[in-house]
């Protein structure tokens, strides 16, 4: 998948779901949000998954932070992950 930064929405299709995705600039910042949603069937019922990203450095642009917001059938997950810049070969 190609995503384009504030570019249109992305549509995969796979064989039990389709995803929309889409990433922008949030105005103001040097961070990125990326959203996605997939449209599943489980059990013959229509199913939702969410997904939201927020990218953006820290740290003088030495850290990447990554918060990640997803919700699947009502249950949330909140993932946080931080990468640090190390060692004298960036």
């Given amino acids: 998948m190609n995503l384009t930064i504030d570019g249109p929405e992305v549509i995969s299709h796979f064989p039990y779901s389709t995803v929309s995705t889409e990433a922008k600039r949030i105005a103001g910042s040097e961070s990125l949000e990326i959203n996605s949603t997939a449209n599943l069937t489980g059990n013959g ?4 998954a ?3 990203q927020k990218w953006y450095l820290t ?3 030495k850290t990447l932070v990554i918060e990640q917001n997803s ?6 997950h909140k993932i946080k992950l931080v990468f640090d810049k190390t060692g004298s070969n960036f």
Avoid: S
């Fill in 50 to 52: 969410l997904n939201d």
């Fill in 71 to 76: 919700n699947f059938t009502d249950d949330e």
């Fill in 45 to 48: 019922k229509p199913l939702n």
């Fill in 59 to 61: 740290n003088n642009g």
